[in-house]
Nanobody, 123 residues
Framework: QVQLVESGGGLVQAGGSLRLSCAASGRTFSSYAMGWFRRAPGKEREFVAAINWNGGSTYYVHSMKGRFTISRDNAKNTVYLQMNSLKPEDTAVYYC????????????????WGQGTQVTVSS
């Protein structure tokens, strides 16, 4: 089992950047594929990005590719989401998730979820 804690959210102006972190407990972090999802007010949870167990493969939703970068540091049990050129429509609660399905864009591909961190982008 793994516990996930997100951090790094906050209020930023449009065009700004944030880096989200997701710290995982447990000694088996490197065995998990990791993903980031988000839920905007009044909308369904949506896939943002995913990374395989060793960081060798990354996956993005098309609309975010080029602006967002997912990475991981297995020595620190942490996965990151670097978000650049932020837009007001990026405002959402961002969640990290861990699972065994590499590159899954479905929430069904993940077994463990963090509590989320709020990102608010002002215009």
């Amino acid at each position: 089992q793994v516990q996930l804690v997100e951090s790094g959210g906050g209020l930023v102006q449009a065009g700004g950047s944030l880096r989200l972190s997701c710290a995982a407990s447990g000694r088996t972090f490197s065995s998990y594929a990791m993903g980031w999802f988000r839920r905007a007010p009044g909308k369904e949870r949506e896939f943002v990005a995913a990374i395989n167990w060793n960081g060798g493969s990354t996956y993005y939703v098309h609309s975010m590719k080029g602006r967002f970068t997912i990475s991981r540091d297995n020595a620190k049990n942490t996965v990151y989401l670097q978000m650049n050129s932020l837009k007001p429509e990026d405002t959402a609660v961002y969640y990290c998730a861990a699972g065994y399905v590499s590159g899954s864009s479905s929430h069904n591909g993940y077994d463990y979820w963090g509590q989320g961190t709020q990102v608010t982008v002002s215009s």
